[in-house]
């Protein structure tokens, strides 16, 4: 197959990782794949340094200037395009719009990273239940959010993003700590993720703060907007001992081994995780909240903890209970790893896209 990558703009989070991720697996099990999107957008330079065949395409906005060049490439390259799959909004009406007005409209699926609920009016109904073949959610709360607009439950399917087990697994504590420079006898937590509100950073720095422990201590990997104002209380909270604020790492494996725990106190908007599924990789207790699909892998006192979004006394007597608990720790963590290797890893992910690109371009050629 021949499978065309649509994204507006997703940012510098999980989105793009997920798109390159996919991409290079479907490339090994012999598949062409083309990105399209604005030079503007962080998938344009990601993809391009993954040695990925990208194509600068202004999708960011809905217009008819943007509609009429995506319109020209897809004609131009219509023979040899299987299926898109789109990422955005804005680029899901344009390939949508364009496909209008083409006489051999290419089979479109839209993957939905994040919880955000779609306005319920006649034009989205329209969106995504004519002119999608199929809706990719990455977890199975986004994927139910679906029928509420009248979308059949058969053409959605969840596909959480898979980790690459080969980079992400088990590691020694000790060395991974010498590595990262963090010390050597404290009990660390982590959290590795992009630094934006509603990641919930600010509610785990206010749990965190609420534990008379100087020995607990938190290592924050990423960047993002909301690093100064993460900086800031950091402060605040007397917490400047006792917090770590590496930036952005390139290698976020070797981080993982590094935390007795590892957290993710997102709210709001959400998928599910990459830094949950990470952490479940590196077989690394993990304590996380019920936002969007992460209740999928993180399944409360068997692969993890799980939470209530935005509640810091939750979240701070969780953290207590497994730094007093290491045979819980150990537990969890085995289980999680056990559980992670069965359902959420990079292949079973390739294997599920595979089969909904598929079907999407057998049933259109069937037409």
Same mark, same amino acid.
């Given at each position: 197959m021949h %499978?065309?990558?649509t994204e507006a703009d997703g940012g510098k989070g999980g989105q793009p990782l997920r798109i390159i991720n996919e991409s290079l697996g479907m490339i090994q099990r012999g598949h062409q794949v083309t990105v399209l999107c604005p030079d503007t957008a962080p998938l344009h330079q990601l993809a391009k340094d993954a040695g990925l065949t990208v194509v600068t395409m202004p999708l960011k906005r809905k217009n008819l200037g943007n509609l009429f060049t995506l319109r020209r490439?897809?004609?131009?390259?219509?023979?040899? %395009?299987?299926v898109i799959n789109s990422h955005n909004s804005a680029d899901t009406w344009l390939v949508a719009l364009a496909n209008l007005t083409l006489s051999r409209p290419v089979p479109l699926v839209r993957t939905r990273h994040a919880s955000g609920v779609p306005r319920n009016n006649w034009t989205t109904r329209w969106l995504f239940r004519k002119a999608c073949a199929h809706i990719v959610s990455t977890g199975e709360a986004l994927r139910y959010q679906m029928v509420a607009l009248g979308v059949p439950l058969e053409n959605?399917?969840?596909?959480p993003s898979g980790v690459d087990t080969t980079r992400f697994h088990p590691g020694d504590k000790y060395d991974a700590r010498s590595r990262c420079d963090l010390s050597q006898d404290d009990f660390w937590l982590g959290v590795v993720s992009h630094l934006r509100p509603n990641k919930g950073h600010s509610v785990l720095l206010k749990a965190l703060a609420e534990i008379d422990n100087p020995a607990i201590k938190l290592a924050i990997i990423g960047?993002?907007?909301h690093r100064e104002a993460l900086e800031h209380e950091v402060i605040q909270l007397n917490l400047l001992p006792r917090v770590v604020m590496a930036g952005h790492q390139s290698s976020p494996e070797r981080w993982f081994?590094?935390?007795?725990v590892a957290i993710s106190p997102s709210h709001d908007m959400e998928g599910l995780p990459q830094g949950v599924l990470q952490s479940l990789a590196s077989a690394v207790a993990t304590i996380a909240t019920d936002a969007g699909g992460t209740a999928d892998?993180? %399944?409360?006192g068997e692969?993890?903890?799980l939470i209530g979004q935005r509640d810091v006394g939750a979240l701070r007597d969780a953290i207590i209970t497994l730094y007093n608990d290491p045979a819980q720790r150990r537990q969890l963590a085995q289980q999680g790893y056990e559980y992670l290797n069965t359902h959420f890893t990079r292949e079973c992910m390739l294997t599920a896209m595979e089969?909904?690109?598929l079907d999407a371009a057998q049933r259109s050629s069937s037409r």
């Open positions: %499978i065309v990558h490439w897809l004609r131009e390259n219509r023979d040899s %395009i299987d959605t399917t969840s596909v960047e993002g907007p081994p590094a935390f007795d892998a993180v %399944i409360n692969t993890g903890l089969k909904v690109f």
